[in-house]
């Protein structure tokens, strides 16, 4: 069983930015963040493999990096030039899979984290 527990979310106005951590009980092989706004999907927002290999959905690249300290065992979330549309509970997930497999799949990830809401306004 993996504990995941995250932090650092909140509110911000339109252009800010907001870091994400999650404090995972052991490491796993692919690790991410995925966010859920209210009456929509669960969406991927990134992911990286135990090999390093990051990706991001389309709508975050360029803003957004993630980043994974196996020492201390934690996954890092950084949200910069923040939008209204990036308002949503962010949840922390780990998964058993490979490099290859590291994708946006929920059904991949068997541990989650409660979540942390991200308000962003206008």
């Known amino acids: 069983q993996v504990q995941l527990v995250e932090s650092g979310g909140g509110s911000v106005q339109a252009g800010g930015a907001l870091r994400l951590s999650c404090a995972a009980s052991s490491v796993m092989p692919c690790m991410g963040w995925f966010r859920q706004a209210p009456g929509k999907e669960r969406e991927g927002v990134a992911t990286?493999?135990?090999?390093?290999?990051?990706r991001y959905a389309d709508s975050v690249k360029g803003r957004f990096t993630i980043s994974q300290d196996n020492a201390k065992n934690t996954l890092a979330l950084e949200m910069n030039s923040l939008k209204p549309d990036d308002t949503a509970m962010y949840y922390c997930a780990a998964s058993h899979v490979v490099a290859g497999y590291c994708d946006f799949l929920t059904w991949r990830f068997i541990y989650w984290g409660q979540g942390t809401q991200v308000t962003v306004s206008s």
């Open positions: 990286v493999s135990g090999t390093g290999i990051t």
